[in-house]
T-cell receptor
Framework: DVKVTQSSRYLVKRTGEKVFLECVQDMDHENMFWYRQDPGLGLRLIYFSYDVKMKEKGDIPEGYSVSREKKERFSLILESASTNQTSMYLC?????????????FGPGTRLLVL | AQSVTQLDSQVPVFEEAPVELRCNYSSSVSVYLFWYVQYPNQGLQLLLKYLSGSTLVKGINGFEAEFNKSQTSFHLRKPSVHISDTAEYFCAVTPNYGGSQGNLIFGKGTKLSVKP
């Protein structure tokens, strides 16, 4: 079974803090994704990565950056957290061969910025 | 570009009744189609997917969906729901050409509420 884990289920931070959200997958997947989920808006793609040290902007990259130093780990960074970044953050991974079209999701991190 | 419309944001239904959650999409290229389910305080879990072949797709937990190319729809159905089906359901598409990196485009979700 594919397993995608996220470092925290719940996180409370203050405005202006630097925040790191970590995601690890154990299936040797090449692609990894970060989404944010807000009520009534569905999931929106923030960034994705198709290889180590590679990254591409998604639909809403402003205020975020990412890091992928190892294949299994994809980090989302909020350089200076703001209250409008309070949200649920979901990480996903997928392969580039075989079941390449299917994304597997982690349990999510619910971030509250005060 | 692709887009996905889930026509109902909330669907209340009684236990053991049938349910249909509606999904329409727009795309200038062929797509793969998915339904994901999210139980409270959890991540998304794949319910079923359409890649090619038979337009009727069966998934987990007794759900099925039918791809209708002419109506650009991929509605999700279950003949008899349980309380445990209470969750949010997301329809998603991704372009199925070789250069695609598999980015999913999601609908805004439908909250299914099953009442006893």
């Amino acid at each position: 079974d594919v397993k995608v884990t996220q470092s925290s289920r719940y996180l409370v931070k203050r405005t202006g803090e630097k925040v790191f959200l970590e995601c690890v997958q154990d299936m040797d997947h090449e692609n990894m994704f970060w989404y944010r989920q807000d009520p009534g808006l569905g999931l929106r793609l923030i960034y994705f990565s198709y290889d180590v040290k590679m990254k591409e902007k998604g639909d809403i990259p402003e205020g975020y950056s990412v890091s992928r130093e190892k294949k299994e780990r994809f980090s989302l960074i909020l350089e200076s957290a703001s209250t409008n970044q309070t949200s649920m953050y979901l990480c996903a991974s997928s392969a580039v061969a075989g079941e390449r079209e299917t994304q597997y999701f982690g349990p999510g991190t619910r971030l509250l910025v005060l | 570009a692709q887009s996905v419309t889930q026509l109902d944001s909330q669907v209340p239904v009684f236990e053991e009744a049938p349910v249909e959650l509606r999904c329409n999409y727009s795309s200038s290229v062929s797509v793969y189609l998915f339904w994901y389910v999210q139980y409270p305080n959890q991540g998304l879990q794949l319910l079923l997917k359409y890649l090619s072949g038979s337009t009727l797709v069966k998934g987990i937990n007794g759900f099925e969906a039918e791809f209708n190319k002419s109506q650009t729809s991929f509605h999700l159905r279950k003949p008899s729901v349980h309380i445990s089906d209470t969750a949010e359901y997301f329809c998603a598409v991704t372009p199925n050409y070789g250069g695609s990196q598999g980015n999913l485009i999601f609908g805004k979700g439908t909250k299914l509420s099953v009442k006893p």
